[in-house]
């Protein structure tokens, strides 16, 4: 239960226009305050639950959001924000871009959006909650 | 015997008050920010989530070095409430502290390792500070025992109010509130990530929250000793004083460790060592 | 209580058989034999403190030289000691070197030729409590680390094969001085004092310029200088003693009081330099270039305690006056400033060596206030600084050893590279400034003792000692940090602690298991020792009280076991192991970093050492000119002040 009052999350660009990423940081703002769900963006992914991710996925960081997946503690769970990190976007068919975030880690979410709305945003981390709740009551009747 | 009762009071009831206190924090900024803020009880579900999480770690000295520094910083203020020497005190609360730089040096990021560097400079800057504190304390009240301070009914702040100031200042050091968060801070994001704890997930972040609790009533209950005369006068003092610290964390950006250091010693050696002074100046015991 | 003739008996042991064994070694062929005697002296030395401090140590025994021409035999000893010196001096041409040893010599000729005969003493040899205390010191310590040195000897000869190996030399020094070291603390006889104290001098010379490099011969040459200046204010105070009350021995000055507060200013000059107390550091952090054993035994257990010895001696004499107030502010202000500046070094022997240096600046202001609080805190703080700042060396010459190096910033990994040796050097670190070992304890008791002198001047040496207290953590938490850094992980199979011997294990074990002895027994030793003798020349309690001692051994017993017991039930428990944090990118064990491009850069790590604000240059001036100054008025009010 309390894994879903306090979601922390880990922001990263993979190569977004940094449309998506602003539209992330104003979540925190206060128009729409989301830590009011007890939100925190840490920039370190062993204090972090949520694995945001921006933009698609080319040969250079698609290592580094491994190693970014990897240092989180479980249960953790991945939102792929805006269209870039959903499937490419319109980049899809680019020379150096490797398609979504799914390319490299298993995403539980998906928020669409060119850019994604800070309401879609919020919206996708509450259903990222209840992924996360179920994982570690998965995890738990495994123990 | 009596004195085991405010040890074990402290030990049971500080993480609940000190959690409540940094719910009481996380709402007062935000507010100050023209924001909501989260529910009051959020750091509470914050390090129960932080129990629940998997362990990752970096080596195998972390994780003990971590519940170490949780251990000996409840004893620090299990002393200090039990009416243990004060300067002992003080000298357990760094071998506390001692323990998360310890952590932080084990893992080779390097930001680990310079936020354990600045978490040492942070020590070095309010150590002098808090000593002298202590010595002007031991000088007007006779004694280093907070039960009896508390009991004797000395008005400390009137004769040590340039000592009250240095703690104040230094005590942002203390509480990890701008300007001074050098090594580790609760804000969003730091210039070397999350510091002194960046290596720390899991069980290990969650003692150091707890452990911050514990400190945050100890260095309250130190504040509090200035005004133990008055028990509603205290408590108003330790309120007022945790305000101006939120206060000044969200108005002012965070200095250099130069400046840091540097403004810390001189008003150290001017307040509190004048203050200190003065006492016999003006025919203390 | 067995009689007084079995303490006479250990004492005449302990002055002559580290002696024998020393002239012993200096004739013996072979390096088996060497081995044998070193050890067996060692034990038999051991032996003869502990039966000493069995016998004798809870009373005060005072002993007539019964020996026909011993005041002979004196004689010719010095003036032996006194043409090695010159011959050395004139040697190396050092013209400062002769005109002191010329000085000393002709001071002390006329001493034995016009002064003494005329006060013979009737008790030349005594033992208290105090002196027991500084026995057990000797006896213990000093035969460990000539063990200790049989393993380190042979690793230094291994690596440095172009140095003439006068192996034989060097160990017969290091029981000679034992031998002169024991005679300072028995001896009532200040003339016999004296020589005692020009010998550990030599023996301080000889050691220091052992390896006879360029640095090495300065360097001895520096120590000598400054200590032949404190002997010769030594055989001033001899003189005057001699001249002005006919006396010429330690328990009658001190029943003087006040009226002996010239000699013993003398005295206290003659601590000061052999303490290495500003201005006359230098030579302590010159010394740091002999061999370890050397460090460890003389500049950090047992001769530089020989001066913090007599200040504390001259304690009730000096309590309470502007020498005594001088003394402390001199001490305290060597405590300030080697603690600052130590920040900004990244040599390990010379942050050990200011350590040192700092840590005997407590105790001589501890003596120089006098109070019974303080005396007792020194008594303490001579034992606890002893066996930490001993092992300590012991474990750097170990990894100096291996990895040949002074620099701390190769420190790091060393719980991966030598993880057995890393928890001996964890022990003695955290001996050093870690409550509730006992030199963090005594600097504790130390401050309450300077609050409570009713003057000012109490609260600016607790000032003092607050701004060394901060420095104090900084710098030993850099080296406890690199120390227990992992880098790389994989190094563990490099098994470099195969390679140390049996001799070295020995000596740093037993000092790691001493120091929290001494820790877990200080009730014991404070009733056995240093309350009695507290008792004695001053006729109150002292202590730190039950309350007090029972906090010390719980949080003791926490600090050894808490850790212990986190570490074993982690490791068994479930974690997985991930990267450091690098913002992502891959890091392999040997610090390199995928970086931008393709590029792989290594990660260095290195401490701050805060240059900008406690760099030597600056600190060590102004605080040597202070110093200076104190000393001058120190000598000034001697011969001034009336009581």
């Not at chain 2, 800057?125 to 504190?133: F, K």
């Not at chain 3, 010719?76 to 010196?85: F, N, R, S, T, W």
Request: with cysteine; glycine share 8%; charged share 15%.
């Amino acid at each position: 239960m309390s894994l879903k009052k306090s979601p922390w999350l880990l922001h990263y660009d993979g190569s977004s226009c940094n449309g998506c990423d602003i539209e992330v940081l104003a979540c925190l703002t206060p128009v729409y305050d989301a830590e009011r769900f007890g939100v925190i963006n840490t920039g370190n992914p062993r204090h972090a639950d949520l694995l945001l991710l921006t933009g698609s996925i080319n040969h250079q960081n698609e290592e580094v959001v491994r190693n970014l997946y990897a240092q989180m503690p479980e249960p953790k769970v991945v939102l792929a924000v805006g269209i870039c990190a959903t499937s490419g976007g319109v980049f899809a068919d680019c020379y150096n871009v490797k398609g979504g975030a799914d390319k490299v880690v298993p995403v539980d979410v998906y928020i669409p959006g060119c850019a994604a709305r800070p309401e879609a945003i919020i919206d996708g981390i509450v259903r990222a909650l209840g992924v996360l709740e179920q994982k570690r009551a998965a995890a738990e009747k495994k123990v | 015997m009596e004195s085991l009762i405010p040890a074990l009071t402290y030990l049971l009831l500080a993480p609940l008050a000190g959690g409540l206190l940094a719910g009481v924090d996380r709402i007062v900024s935000a507010r100050m920010q023209r924001r909501v803020g989260p529910p009051l009880l959020q750091p509470f579900y914050d390090v129960a989530k932080l129990f629940s999480k998997g362990d990752v770690e970096v080596n195998g000295l972390q994780y003990p070095l971590a519940l170490c520094h949780l251990v000996f910083m409840a004893l620090a203020g299990a002393l200090f409430f039990a009416g243990g020497d004060l300067l002992l005190v003080i000298f357990v609360f760094t071998v506390a502290a001692l323990f998360l730089v310890a952590a932080a040096f084990s893992s080779a990021s390097p930001y680990s390792f310079v936020g354990a560097e600045r978490e040492l400079i942070i020590i070095l800057a309010a150590e002098p500070a808090l000593l002298i504190a202590a010595a002007a304390i031991y000088k007007v009240a006779g004694s280093l025992s907070f039960l009896a301070v508390a009991a004797s009914g000395t008005a400390l702040i009137t004769r040590l109010p340039g000592v009250f100031l240095c703690l104040v200042y230094v005590l942002t050091m203390k509480l990890r509130k701008s300007p001074f968060d050098l090594s580790y801070s609760h804000h969003a994001h730091q210039e070397i990530v999350k510091g002194i704890t960046t290596d720390l997930g899991g069980r290990s972040l969650a003692f150091i929250e707890l452990t911050h609790w514990y400190e945050n009533i100890f260095l309250m209950g130190l504040v509090y000793l200035f005004f133990a005369f008055s028990l509603p006068l205290g408590l108003a003092a330790v309120a007022l004083t945790y305000f101006l610290e939120v206060l000044a964390d969200n108005t002012n950006a965070r200095v250099r460790w130069q400046l840091a250091l540097s403004s810390t010693w001189g008003i150290t050696l001017l307040l509190a060592g004048g203050n200190l002074l003065a006492l016999y100046a003006l025919g203390a015991k | 209580m067995l009689t007084d003739t079995t303490v006479a008996h250990l004492l005449t042991f302990l002055l002559c058989v580290p002696l024998s064994v020393a002239l012993a070694l200096l004739v013996a062929p072979g390096v088996r034999l060497r081995n044998l005697l070193v050890r067996a002296g060692a034990a038999a030395t051991g032996a003869g403190a502990l039966a000493l401090a069995a016998a004798g140590g809870a009373g005060v025994h005072y002993f007539r030289a019964e020996v026909h021409g011993l005041e002979t035999l004196f004689f010719a000893a010095g003036l032996a000691l006194a043409g090695v010196m010159l011959g050395y001096a004139i040697k190396y041409k050092r013209p400062l070197a002769v005109a002191l040893v010329l000085a000393q010599a002709a001071l002390t000729l006329y001493f034995d030729l016009a002064c003494a005969p005329a006060v013979p003493a009737e008790r030349a040899f005594y033992s208290d409590m105090f002196s027991v205390l500084m026995a057990l010191v000797i006896g213990i310590l000093g035969p460990l680390i000539c063990v200790y040195a049989l393993g380190y000897m042979r690793d230094f000869h291994r690596h440095y094969p172009r140095l003439p190996d006068r192996r034989n030399f060097f160990f017969f020094l290091l029981f000679a001085f034992l031998s002169a070291m024991f005679g300072i603390v028995f001896s009532n006889d200040l003339g016999h004092m004296l020589f005692f104290w020009e010998a550990t001098t030599l023996c301080s010379f000889l050691l220091i310029g052992h390896t006879r490099t360029k640095e090495a011969v300065s360097n001895a040459f520096r120590a000598l200088v400054m200590n032949l200046s404190g002997g010769i204010a030594f055989s001033l105070a001899l003189i005057y003693l001699a001249r002005q009350f006919g006396i010429v021995e330690l328990d009658k000055m001190l029943a003087l009081r006040g009226a002996a507060l010239l000699p013993a200013a003398l005295l206290c000059y003659a601590a000061i330099t052999k303490a290495a107390q500003l201005p006359f550091s230098s030579w302590l952090l010159g010394a740091m270039v002999a061999p370890t054993p050397t460090s460890a035994l003389l500049h950090s257990s047992t001769m530089v305690k020989a001066g913090v010895f007599l200040v504390l001696k001259m304690a009730p004499v000096i309590a309470g006056t502007a020498v005594g107030n001088a003394v402390a502010l001199i001490g305290a202000g060597t405590f300030l400033a080697a603690s600052l500046v130590n920040i900004a070094e990244p040599n390990v022997k010379k942050v050990l060596a200011y350590s040192t240096v700092a840590n005997l600046g407590l105790i001589v202001a501890c003596g120089g206030i006098g109070s019974p609080a303080a005396v007792w805190i020194g008594l303490v703080l001579v034992v606890f600084h002893a066996v930490s700042k001993s092992l300590l060396f012991l474990v750097v010459g170990t990894v100096e050893n291996r990895f040949y190096t002074k620099d701390m910033e190769n420190y790091d990994n060393l719980i991966v590279k030598m993880p057995v040796t890393a928890l001996l050097f964890v022990c003695g670190i955290a001996g050093m400034f870690v409550a509730p070992f006992g030199v963090v304890v005594s600097k504790w008791a130390a401050m309450k003792a300077f609050l409570d002198i009713p003057s000012a001047f109490g609260g600016v040496l607790m000032i003092m000692l607050a701004y060394g207290s901060g420095a104090t953590v900084f710098y030993w938490s850099k080296l406890l940090g690199k120390i227990l850094s992992m880098r790389d992980q994989a190094d563990v199979e490099k098994k470099r602690e195969a390679t140390i011997g049996n001799d070295e294990w020995v000596a740093e074990w037993s000092h790691a298991l001493l120091s929290l002895a001494v820790c877990a027994g200080l009730p014991l030793l404070s009733a056995w020792l240093a309350e009695p003798y507290i008792m004695l020349n001053y006729g109150v309690p002292s202590g730190l009280g039950a309350f007090n001692y029972g906090v010390m051994i719980f949080l003791l017993l926490m600090l050894l076991a808490l850790p212990a017991l986190a570490y074993l039930s982690h490791r068994r428990g479930e974690y997985r192991l991930a990267d450091t944090y690098v913002c992502g990118r891959q890091m392999d064990s040997h610090l390199l970093v995928g970086g931008a491009m393709g590029a792989w850069r290594e990660i260095t790590l290195k401490n701050y050492y805060l240059d900008g604000f406690f760099s030597a240059g600056a600190i060590l001036r102004y605080a040597d000119i202070l110093c200076g100054i104190a000393i001058l008025f120190m000598l000034a009010a001697g011969v001034l002040w009336k009581a």
